[in-house]
């Protein structure tokens, strides 16, 4: 009777280990989410405003400023500043959103090899460190990316009404000087099926 309870609190101490393994990688599944609700504008959309912008304001910057209004002439240095954010972040917001993806495939790697044994049930000091350090990694990882992803969104937040609102007055003066800034490939599709 002795030698089964004894058994039994050994096999129990080990699920309870694997348990918290498991427990440990659905945490990070749960930080992926977190991240990856970070990533509320699209990507190209925010390439496709930045080639945009960058051609608009190159080509602005050849016409006679006398011919703009002093509104225009303000709202086009807010253009300007939504612009160097838009191109500050960029690279770094392709990055981050790659990385995630990347994560993304690492955390169910970590997962298939927990379910397949690989750092058995917890029991073997050695695998159990193996996967504490990949889980620890990984959640450094995250908790990097959230981090950045959340300093994007909030530059993007903060700069979206803004970009609503002068677009239009943007693309108004674009036509009125008639010259038309550079598109994306995608921008040119669109456009011409709304032609």
Same mark, same amino acid.
């Given at each position: 009777? *002795?030698?089964?309870? @004894?058994?039994?609190?050994?096999? @129990?101490?080990?699920?309870? /280990?694997?348990?918290?393994m498991t427990e440990m990688s659905d945490s %990070?599944? &749960?930080?992926?989410?977190?991240?990856? &609700?970070?990533? $509320?504008?699209?990507?190209d959309v925010i390439k496709e405003r930045q080639v945009y912008m960058k051609s608009f304001l190159k080509s602005l910057k050849f016409e006679d400023g006398n011919k703009l209004?002093? !509104?225009?002439?303000?709202? #086009?240095? $807010?253009?300007? #500043?939504?612009? $160097? *954010?838009? $191109?500050?972040? &960029?690279?770094? +917001? !392709?990055?981050? *959103?790659? &990385? #995630?993806?990347? %994560?993304?495939?690492?955390?169910?790697?970590?997962? /298939?090899? %927990?379910?397949? @044994?690989? +750092?058995?049930?917890?029991?073997? *000091? !050695?695998?159990?460190?193996?996967?504490? /350090?990949?889980f620890a990694a990984l959640e450094r990882r995250l908790v990097e990316g959230t981090e950045m992803a959340t300093f994007i969104d /909030?530059? %993007? !937040?903060?700069?979206?009404?803004g970009f609503q609102t002068l677009q239009p007055k943007m693309e108004a003066i674009a036509a009125r000087f008639n010259f038309v800034p550079e598109q994306t490939e995608n921008q040119k599709e669109e456009e011409e099926e709304r032609d």
């Open positions: 009777m *002795v030698f089964i309870i @004894g058994c039994g609190s050994g096999n @129990g101490n080990s699920e309870s /280990k694997f348990g918290q %990070l599944w &749960s930080k992926h989410k977190a991240l990856s &609700s970070k990533f $509320r504008f699209k990507l209004t002093e !509104t225009e002439k303000s709202d #086009a240095i $807010r253009y300007e #500043a939504i612009y $160097r *954010v838009y $191109r500050e972040i &960029s690279e770094n +917001y !392709t990055h981050t *959103v790659l &990385s #995630a993806e990347e %994560l993304f495939y690492e955390i169910k790697g970590l997962e /298939k090899q %927990l379910k397949n @044994g690989v +750092y058995g049930d917890g029991e073997d *000091v !050695t695998k159990l460190n193996t996967f504490k /350090k990949e /909030k530059q %993007l !937040t903060g700069v979206e009404p």
